[in-house]
């Protein structure tokens, strides 16, 4: 079975794969809301549901939790996606106003883990969207490429042409990792228009998920290694980025969107 389910405290059941967390529900229940709705690879009456940020604006809170300088990491990764990608495409915005109120609106929350981790929920959730991070396992890369998770971006060798580009190693794999490169991404994306991209910010190493030292995944190319990539976006990571947020769809930030019900909170 790919992955395995988790329920968290509101009663919301998650398909978790690796670092991935998909909302999961019933196939029967209204998929209105989603951007993307992904058959459930381990029960065909459920489905995972994708959604992105309307608008391209992501709001965020930051656990009081981590270290100022931890928190100003988390600050400056997002802040490289966004010049990365371009505030014409996405914006993160604090969710919090000027006058000190919190949104009631559904906002990324970046919490610190309990252990050693580094995960999160893939798109926006219906309530809150967590991405979870420990100081000492979760350097400025890899925050990247969690929040990456969370506006909706797959692993890159969950591509369906992945094996067009890669060779999988199975037998040098724990059997229990196996599901990790399950293929995911089989919903309508945009991003699929683009090139496979083996250097990806979101694309594992040949040695991740090694159960002997030997290599998990080799190019298909030319059989090398493929170097792991958890220091910055390439050209292609941003391009997929502006394919899920095309401009067209950015709207102008303001602060009414923090509390599209006429309620905040203090």
């Given at each position: 079975?790919?992955?395995?389910?988790?329920?968290?405290?509101?009663?919301?059941?998650?398909?978790?794969?690796?670092?991935?967390?998909?909302?999961?529900?019933?196939?029967?229940?209204?998929?209105?809301?989603?951007?993307?709705?992904?058959?459930?690879?381990?029960?065909?009456?459920?489905?995972?549901?994708?959604k992105?940020?309307?608008g391209?604006?992501?709001?965020?809170?930051?656990?009081?939790?981590?270290?100022?300088?931890?928190?100003?990491?988390?600050?400056?990764?997002?802040?490289?996606?966004?010049?990365?990608?371009?505030?014409?495409?996405?914006?993160f915005?604090?969710?919090?106003?000027?006058?000190?109120?919190?949104?009631?609106?559904?906002?990324?929350?970046?919490?610190?883990?309990?252990?050693?981790?580094?995960r999160?929920?893939?798109?926006?959730?219906?309530?809150h969207?967590?991405v979870w991070?420990?100081?000492?396992a979760?350097?400025?890369?890899?925050?990247?490429?969690?929040?990456?998770?969370?506006?909706?971006?797959?692993?890159?060798?969950?591509?369906?042409?992945?094996?067009?580009?890669?060779?999988l190693?199975?037998?040098?794999?724990?059997?229990?990792?196996?599901?990790?490169?399950?293929?995911?991404?089989?919903?309508?994306?945009?991003?699929?228009?683009?090139?496979?991209?083996?250097?990806?910010?979101?694309?594992?190493?040949?040695?991740?998920?090694?159960?002997?030292?030997?290599?998990?995944?080799?190019?298909?190319?030319?059989?090398?290694?493929?170097?792991?990539?958890?220091?910055?976006?390439?050209?292609?990571?941003?391009?997929?980025?502006?394919?899920?947020?095309?401009k067209?769809?950015?709207?102008?930030?303001?602060?009414?969107?923090c509390?599209?019900?006429g309620?905040?909170?203090?």
């Amino acid at each position: 079975m790919p992955g395995h389910i988790e329920t968290d405290d509101d009663g919301t059941e998650y398909l978790v794969i690796d670092d991935m967390m998909f909302p999961r529900s019933p196939i029967s229940q209204s998929s209105s809301q989603a951007d993307q709705v992904i058959a459930d690879p381990n029960n065909p009456n459920y489905k995972l549901d994708l959604k992105f940020w309307p608008g391209g604006i992501i709001f965020y809170n930051i656990d009081p939790a981590f270290s100022l300088d931890y928190s100003n990491e988390i600050l400056n990764a997002m802040q490289k996606i966004e010049e990365n990608v371009g505030k014409n495409h996405l914006e993160f915005k604090r969710a919090k106003t000027s006058s000190g109120t919190i949104c009631r609106k559904g906002y990324l929350f970046v919490k610190r883990a309990s252990k050693r981790q580094c995960r999160a929920q893939v798109g926006m959730s219906v309530k809150h969207t967590y991405v979870w991070l420990h100081p000492d396992a979760c350097p400025f890369g890899t925050i990247q490429h969690e929040i990456l998770h969370a506006l909706g971006r797959y692993h890159e060798q969950c591509r369906p042409d992945r094996d067009k580009y890669v060779t999988l190693l199975p037998q040098n794999m724990a059997a229990y990792e196996c599901a990790n490169y399950y293929i995911t991404m089989d919903g309508p994306d945009p991003s699929l228009k683009l090139t496979y991209d083996s250097a990806s910010i979101m694309h594992y190493g040949s040695c991740h998920f090694s159960c002997n030292g030997a290599y998990t995944m080799i190019k298909k190319s030319d059989g090398s290694k493929i170097e792991p990539n958890r220091q910055s976006m390439t050209k292609l990571d941003v391009d997929k980025m502006r394919a899920l947020y095309p401009k067209e769809f950015k709207v102008p930030y303001s602060e009414s969107m923090c509390a599209e019900d006429g309620v905040v909170e203090k």
